[in-house]
């Protein structure tokens, strides 16, 4: 895969506009993802269990049971369009060193991208049939594959599709990696060029359209002008253009995208949000936007934008920064900046969230941590090695020996 980065790369950029340079670091992520889930497999596959019976009240010792870990079948993968290649492969890698066979779904937007990623394990020997990839419209073939009776555990990555396939789902293990509304709450002893800089590489790279994006920033009101002078002075910075130039902000995906972004910019403008610089758009390019004094009654509060426009909120307690975040239907990640490890860990016990990041942007990388979301951010833990486990059901056998009154002699 790392030896074919250029061409996937080049695909990404052309596909779904994202920055050339970034494009590359997505293939070469995706081939040392392949790399460490061979050798974490190995180990985590050559574990067993053996229990014995009389552990357990009104047992003698006359069974004992051995687990080992084995295969599900056919796993049906689906990334989204922001990772075609990176969440492919963090499904496919597990679920082949698993022992599983698997159905690629990419998305319609990155398929491209997904195909020539896939040559790359035909080309590394992988036997035909092992890695079926099928393109299409979701909307169109997605049913089929989903509620296919052959299928025997989907791991799926995307928005509320996810939630409207585990309804439909038959009884299969699920792993669902859904939206976020990433908070940022910045405490009034931050340091805060640190969250400025952060607030910058976590709202806008990629144009915002990542699920760890930070979503929201909620700061303190004494800390909330200095704050907000520092993050506005790093928008200006902020390149915008094409994919191919590398620049910060890039086209997002599509035309229905940039109108539901531009929804959700109007409805604050219209409410009393503050414009930090002046909203600009030309076809699907929407240059970055930060927007202060939101309010709760604003959409922008609530709903990922996915794109490169992020909402301050002024808050006058830790506590009502928290109740923010917690009222979410949301809660894939979340990020604190504090220079008191105390605070910090308060706040992180009670962010409900899958992850907290302390004094820094949320991410889902390195790949081998275990990554999250609750309520409607998903179901069950990703990350290497929680991944390979998820996609393996346990396999007891049990040896039953006579009763204590039976003799050698
Ligand atoms: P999406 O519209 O939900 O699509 C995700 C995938 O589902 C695509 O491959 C799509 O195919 C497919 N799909 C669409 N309808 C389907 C159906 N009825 N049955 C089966 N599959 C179907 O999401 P997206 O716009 O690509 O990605 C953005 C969303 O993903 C955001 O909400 C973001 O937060 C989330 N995300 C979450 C994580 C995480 O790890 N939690 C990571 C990245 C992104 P088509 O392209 O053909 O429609």
């Given at each position: 895969m790392k030896e074919h980065k250029a061409p996937i790369a080049e695909c990404l950029v052309k596909e779904i506009a994202k920055p050339a340079k970034d494009s590359v670091s997505e293939v070469v992520r995706s081939g040392d993802l392949v790399s460490y889930c061979a050798e974490e497999g190995v180990r985590i596959l050559g574990e067993g269990k053996f229990l014995v019976s009389?552990?357990?009240?009104?047992?003698?010792?006359?069974k004992y049971c051995l687990t080992s870990k084995i295969p599900l079948g056919v796993v049906l993968a689906i990334p989204p369009f922001n990772y075609p290649v990176n969440l492919a492969v963090s499904k496919i890698a597990p679920a082949l060193i698993a022992g599983n066979s698997l159905v690629l779904k990419p998305p319609t937007q990155g398929a491209v991208a997904a195909l020539h990623m896939v040559h790359c394990f035909h080309l590394a020997?992988?036997?035909?049939?092992l890695i079926g990839c099928v393109t299409g419209k979701g909307s169109e073939i997605g049913d089929f594959l989903t509620m296919h009776?052959?299928?025997?555990c989907i791991s799926f990555t995307g928005g509320d599709t996810g939630i409207a396939i585990s309804r439909k789902a038959g009884m299969i293990p699920l792993q669902m990696e859904l939206g976020g509304k990433d908070a940022c709450i910045i405490l009034e002893d931050a340091d805060l060029d640190l969250a400025a800089a952060n607030i910058i590489k976590g709202g806008?790279?990629?144009?915002?359209?990542?699920?760890?994006?930070?979503?929201?920033v909620l700061v303190m009101e004494s800390v909330a002008d200095t704050l907000v002078e520092k993050v506005k002075a790093k928008v200006a910075k902020l390149t915008v253009g094409s994919p191919e130039d590398n620049c910060d902000i890039t086209p997002v995906v599509t035309e229905s995208s940039a109108n539901f972004i531009e929804g959700l910019v109007m409805d604050a403008k219209q409410k009393g949000a503050t414009f930090c610089q002046e909203y600009k758009r030309e076809g699907n390019l929407i240059w970055p936007l930060l927007l202060d004094n939101?309010?709760?009654?604003?959409?922008i509060a609530w709903e990922?934008?996915?794109?490169p426009v992020l909402p301050v909120i002024r808050i006058s307690s830790v506590e009502e920064g928290i109740h923010h975040c917690n009222a979410s239907n949301f809660g894939l990640q979340g990020c604190v900046f504090t220079r008191d490890i105390n605070k910090s860990i308060l706040v992180s016990d009670a962010m409900e969230t899958g992850t907290v990041q302390i004094n820094s942007a949320p991410a889902?990388?390195?790949?081998h941590f275990p990554f999250q979301g609750l309520k409607d951010s998903g179901i069950g833990s990703q990350g290497i090695t929680n991944s390979i486990n998820m996609m393996t059901k346990i396999k007891s056998t049990v040896i039953n020996l006579p009763t204590p009154s039976y003799t050698m002699g």
């Open positions: 009389d552990s357990f009240p009104g047992n003698d010792r006359t020997g992988f036997p035909k049939g009776p052959g299928v025997n806008f790279s990629y144009s915002g359209q990542r699920c760890t994006a930070v979503k929201v939101v309010r709760p009654d604003m959409r990922e934008p996915f794109g889902r990388g390195p790949d």
